[in-house]
């Protein structure tokens, strides 16, 4: 048996990225793969943030979103170029 096999690959863990968990979104721009840009806060969390929403990557690139036990959709940075950045 290979005792790797239940490993989950290293790397950051998927951020959660779910619109639904999302406020004050803003489009800033465009990133990698055509996927737009937004600052939002977390509901009922403090700090700004820049990223991407979840809805927008699965049609592009579904292999870099996956659902959280919450239900909630988390999308893998890492794969897709493009920086999870806290702003304030």
Do not use: W
């Amino acid at each position: 048996m290979n005792k790797n096999s239940s490993r989950t690959p290293p790397g950051p863990p998927p951020h959660p990225s779910d619109i639904r968990l999302k406020t004050d979104i803003e489009r800033i721009g465009t990133g990698a793969h055509g996927l737009p840009l937004y600052t939002f806060r977390y509901i009922g969390e403090p700090g700004c943030y820049e990223g991407v929403m979840a809805q927008d990557v699965l049609p592009i690139m579904p292999e870099a979103v996956r659902v959280g036990a919450d239900g909630f959709y988390r999308v893998d940075y890492a794969m897709l170029g493009i920086p999870f950045r806290r702003l304030r």
